[in-house]
């Protein structure tokens, strides 16, 4: 957020996110986990895809100029999509911010009218800063995709994905009045969304895969299994193919210098297992959707 004392007014990045919160049964304290005792399982987002977009429609972003004499907002700019970035308040009376859609924004910060845009490329979600050099002003954002929401959100935008493309090609743009530098937008990627094994367990190794998966993965590896972008998306991954590759990585510590951790501590490789039986399940749930939904040739 920012304050500008020009015009009395904080300028606040407001985030609408519906969700359901239910209590862990029988919670306890765990060295390295979240402890907040909410069971993610019964928050998690519907697989079937029109309820997913119908729940992604839910969430919304707001940029809300605050009047906190008056404690009334002033103006409000809405957006289709929560997750939007931090703001600037310059004393040139410009407010910048960046989305999720990828465009950089300045609005009037008296009025909030749209005085100029420009497209980064990418999700733009940091706080945007300025600074001079020898007389002349810059504004500069980062441009990219990552932070809390979409590790877990890759099923909570409402019009899908953003436009994703390696988490290492973020980038630092900045501008200045009369800048005749030209954004370069890298190609996206997206991996094969063929389930690496067919369909095993029962309904019961299932859902206890889901309830394991929900309270100890969502958080990185995305609601439902479906990836933010950010991290690996599992239901694709080569490593759930078997038990033992599987096991090699959530148990042995396989990536654990890559930043996936082992959880020999805190997971049985029953857990383990049943959490693999969930991710091929989820993977070929989502590949027949996919078939069915496509033209017929």
Known sequence: MAFSPDTGLVYIPA??????????????????????????????????????IAAGAASKGQLVAWDPVAKKARWVHDYPNAWNGG????????????????????????????????????????????????????IAVTAGWGSALPLAGGVGSRDGAPR??????????????????????DESFAPDPTPVADDFGSLAQIEHGKEV??????????????????????????????????????????YATAGMASFANVLTPDDVESVRAYIINRANEDAKATAAAAPSP
């Open 15 to 52: 985030h609408t996110l519906p969700t359901v919160y239910a209590a862990m049964d029988n919670f306890r304290y765990r060295p390295g986990a979240w402890n907040t005792g909410t069971d993610f399982a019964a928050a998690a987002l519907p697989t079937e895809t029109a309820a997913r």
């Open 87 to 138: 703001v600037l308040a310059t004393a040139g009376g410009l407010v910048f911010q960046g989305a999720l859609d990828g465009k950089f924004r300045a609005f009037d910060a008296a009025t909030g009218a749209a005085k100029w845009e420009t497209d980064t490329g990418y999700p733009a979600q940091s706080g945007p800063v300025s600074y001079e050099i020898d007389g002349e002003q810059y």
């Open 164 to 185: 994703l493309a390696s988490p290492a090609m973020g980038k630092v743009v900045v501008f200045k009045i009369g800048g005749k530098g030209v954004l370069e937008t």
């Open 213 to 254: 998966f929900f309270n100890n993965c969502m958080v990185c590896h995305g609601d439902s299994v479906q990836s933010g972008g950010i991290v690996t998306d599992l239901r694709w991954a080569p490593a759930p193919a078997t038990k033992e590759t599987f096991a090699e990585v959530v148990i042995g510590g396989k």
